[in-house]
């Protein structure tokens, strides 16, 4: 099941033209939206990074299968919840959630490594 299917109950949204980061920055400016509140769709939503976060860690292949660890929000700092195997998983999700437009931060004290 993906992150996005399992964390939210919706499908994953179809593939943009455009790079994620362009629609948050283009969101952002037309519609005076903070980035961390840009959803998938370009449009506000309370939980539009942990959205996005949760659609890059579907993107890819070295954590897509993951199904332990949760992702939320606290306004702009991703919050990761739940078990991973290893210190280097939970590296690799910190750097790709770091890397959404709009994060300021990444939580990770609410994760077990092990």
Request: glycine fraction near 8%; proline fraction near 4%; avoid cysteine.
């Amino acid at each position: 099941m993906g992150w996005f299917k399992r964390l939210f109950g919706l499908e994953k949204p179809e593939a943009q033209a455009e790079p994620m980061a362009q629609v948050v920055q283009q969101a952002a400016q037309a519609q005076s939206i903070a980035p961390a509140k840009v959803g998938p769709d370009g449009n506000f939503d309370e939980s539009g990074l942990a959205k996005r976060v949760a659609l890059a860690f579907d993107n890819d292949a070295a954590v897509a299968d993951i199904e332990t660890v949760w992702v939320a929000q606290l306004s702009s700092t991703v919050v990761l919840k739940g078990q991973v195997a290893s210190q280097e998983l939970l590296d690799k999700l910190v750097t790709i959630a770091s890397a959404e437009q709009g994060a300021t931060g990444v939580q990770t004290d609410q994760v077990t490594v092990g």
